[in-house]
């Protein structure tokens, strides 16, 4: 096989015009041929005396078109053709003029343009030249005609007459020859170029089917997918050969594509149910008309058994994730009320010991008590976040809205932790506002948001340190933002947290909690249709947010001169 040069960048082809170009060596020799018979026969009139002065110059004149036809050898194009048509045309009238028009020796040549149309026009251009050509014939027989009626003719001579048709007649013979010569080649390449197309389309990995709006096959190039025999979809047509349940799956498709939509389906071949062909259809405008017919479709067909599988097994694997995280949560759930009910007993009697409520204690079992009622309360801590975690996983937590002041619920799980802050020497502040925050919203997780927040910005905060609860509306939000000075959070690490279980900071500080306080606030903060969001630097603080949507009066935006109502600090 020869390789092809391979095309430079710099010089792109230039641009072929269909019909320009083609034959023009038979053409050149056409006119060449012309314009030497002209001027033998001007030199044989010449010789007897058959051809007085001015039919000698139309004669001569008859040459000029056959030298112009050579300079389509330099430049050919539609408008280099029809600049030669006029030159025959003027020629044709020259002679017509000076012969004598249709009485005079030079008649044959009143034909001539038209003939000289067939030969430059072929089987593309050839009847708008054609037309030029008859007009041309036309005006050369009325020039003629007319100089014949004012200034007279020469004697008619019977054999430059004969000599002057048969010259055009043999012209036209060989312009016919030509135009068909070059339709032959023309529609040889046409039927090459076909054949290379079919060829091309046969190669392709898919089968490309053109189909009638009623699934009827026209035509099939490519590689058929297993189970989808070409022969049935000839004698049954496409929608015959697709099981039954995915039809309608097809026919929605091919309406989609008969409206300009581009169209993808899946379906199983009736010949092997357990395999899939993935088929993708658009609309085939080729000029299609609605009286030429019903209009017509592409189809591209691939096999697309194994992309099935693989979604199958993708499927199939979701399912046994969602029965195993299903089972997981239902299980945490059972283990939840399960240790709670013993919990509770070890808690009351443990609370029972610290009270002495039966005698007296050594100090030693006095602070085993103290030890057991505080374990035992953060056990039951870490099982009611267990317990509202697995409820929100699955799905099963309801909020319970109501309207209330939302200052007065964020106060009481202020005073909640603030023997904690006490205990730890953290400094505690609020910032509530003084008029009523009417909010509808479950009273219960706004107090476990604001609890879960202030109880990590405590638990993370060194001595001496501070942590502040800031309450304010924005338009219909309540935000929430709880402050501190404590470690502070890695930025590698804000992405992981809010999800259950994913903590921050070295081993010891993973120590300290479990991972489900930030997950509990962001979930049910997106409960709410709100969102939680973490700002902090290691080693300065960090500050959580949580924007809900639950205000019901917006307080007024403060204007320019207004009274700015200010903000209270402390419990």
């Known amino acids: 096989m020869t390789a092809s040069p391979p095309s430079t960048p710099d010089a792109p082809p230039a641009p072929v015009r269909p019909g320009v170009g083609e034959g023009v060596p038979a053409l050149a020799a056409w006119h060449g041929a012309w314009a030497a018979a002209a001027t033998v026969m001007t030199l044989g009139g010449l010789w007897p005396g058959a051809l007085d002065g001015p039919a000698a110059f139309g004669c001569l004149a008859m040459m000029v078109p056959g030298l112009a036809g050579l300079a389509l050898m330099a430049r050919d194009g539609t408008g280099e053709r029809a600049l030669v048509l006029v030159v025959w045309t003027v020629s044709a009238v020259a002679a017509a003029v000076l012969s004598g028009g249709l009485g005079g020796p030079l008649v044959g040549f ?11 026009g072929g089987p593309r251009h050839g009847v708008r030249l054609a037309q030029g050509g008859a007009l041309g014939c036309a005006v050369a027989a009325v020039g003629g005609q007319m100089s014949a009626a004012f200034i007279g003719a020469p004697g008619l001579d019977i054999g430059m007459a004969t000599a002057s048709s048969l010259l055009a007649s043999l012209a036209a013979v060989l312009a016919v020859r030509l135009s068909w010569r070059l339709r032959e080649s023309r529609l040889t390449a046409a039927e090459e170029a076909t054949r290379r197309v079919e060829g091309l389309l046969s190669g392709q ?46 026919l ?25 062909v993935i088929l993708i259809l658009r609309r085939f405008d080729d000029g299609h008309t609605a009286s030429s017919g019903p209009p017509r479709l592409i189809a ?31 299980f945490l759930a059972n283990m939840s009320h399960e240790l709670r009910t013993p919990l509770n007993a070890v808690l009351g009697f443990s609370d029972v010991m610290r009270q002495r409520l039966f005698g007296p204690l050594s100090p ?15 056990l039951l801590d870490l099982i009611g976040d267990v317990l509202d975690v697995s409820k929100i996983e699955a799905e099963r937590y309801e909020l319970n809205r109501e309207p209330f002041d939302a200052r007065e619920v964020v106060s009481a799980a202020v005073a909640l ?71 502070g959070i890695a ?21 300290k909690g479990t991972g489900l306080g930030l997950s509990l606030v962001r979930a049910l903060a997106e409960l709410h249709g709100g969102r939680m969001s973490i700002d902090s630097t290691l080693g300065e603080g960090t500050a959580v947010t949580v924007r809900l949507p639950v205000v019901t009066v917006a307080r007024p935006v403060p204007v320019e001169g207004a009274e700015i109502i200010p903000l209270n600090a402390g419990g």
């Open 491 to 511: 930025a590698r690490d804000l992405q992981r947290l809010g999800r259950p279980f994913e903590q921050a900071g070295a081993a010891d500080q993973k120590a």
């Open 205 to 250: 990995p898919g089968l490309t089917l053109v189909l009638e709006p009623t699934g009827r096959v026209i035509g099939a190039y490519g590689s058929a997918p297993p189970a989808l025999l070409v022969d049935p979809l000839f004698d049954q047509g496409l929608i015959a050969s697709v099981h039954a349940p995915d039809r309608p799956a097809i």
């Open 300 to 330: 591209q067909a691939f096999d697309g058994t194994r992309q099935f599988a693989i979604e199958v097994g993708l499927e199939a694997a979701r399912a046994e994730a969602e029965a195993r995280d299903a089972g997981k949560t239902r």
């Open 417 to 487: 932790v603030r023997v904690a802050a006490t205990d730890k020497e953290v400094s505690l502040a609020s910032l509530l506002p003084d008029e009523v925050l009417e909010v509808e919203a479950d009273r219960r997780a706004l107090k476990q948001i604001t609890l879960n927040l202030l109880s990590n910005a405590i638990k993370f905060t060194p001595a001496g340190g501070s942590v502040t609860l800031t309450l304010e509306t924005i338009g219909p939000y309540l935000e929430l933002i709880v402050s501190d000075t404590g470690v």
């Open 110 to 120: 009143i034909t001539m343009p038209f003939v000289a149309a067939l030969a430059l």
């Open 364 to 378: 030693k079992y006095g602070e085993y008590a103290d030890n057991i009622h505080e374990a035992g309360s953060h």
């Open 252 to 276: 929605a498709a091919i309406d989609a594509a008969l409206r300009g939509q581009a169209a993808e389906v899946a379906f199983a071949p009736r010949q092997a149910l357990d395999r899939r």
